[in-house]
Nanobody
């Protein structure tokens, strides 16, 4: 089992920045990719960014050039740096992990990000 613990959400004005963190614990050695989903009220869940065990990254078109996903293997932590935030980025952000990506095996509890206009 793998446990994912997110932190770093909050309220920020449009144009501001936030950094989300996700620390993995448990039997995470078999994880081959991690990422961030987000869910806003009335909208479909969206895969925002992913990073593989080899360090390859992918982003949703809606966040390209503004968000950066990275990881610190020594800390078993994945980060999502979010810059130039927009009100449309308001959502609950979930850290996810998979043993055979894109299949998601584990979800974090979610952290709220609210961007005010």
């Amino acid at each position: 089992q793998v446990q994912l613990m997110e932190s770093g959400g909050g309220l920020v004005q449009a144009g501001g920045s936030l950094r989300l963190s996700c620390t993995a614990s448990g039997t995470y050695f078999s994880i081959n990719a991690m990422g961030w989903y987000r869910q806003a009220p009335g909208k479909e869940r969206e895969l925002v960014a992913t990073i593989t065990s080899g360090g390859s990254t992918n982003y949703a078109e809606s966040v390209k050039g503004r968000f950066t996903i990275s990881k610190d293997n020594a800390k078993n932590t994945v980060y999502l740096q979010m810059d130039r935030l927009k009100p449309d980025d308001t959502a609950v952000y979930y850290c996810v992990a998979g043993r055979r990506w894109p299949k998601v095996d584990y979800w974090g509890q979610g952290t709220q990000v609210t961007v005010s206009s």
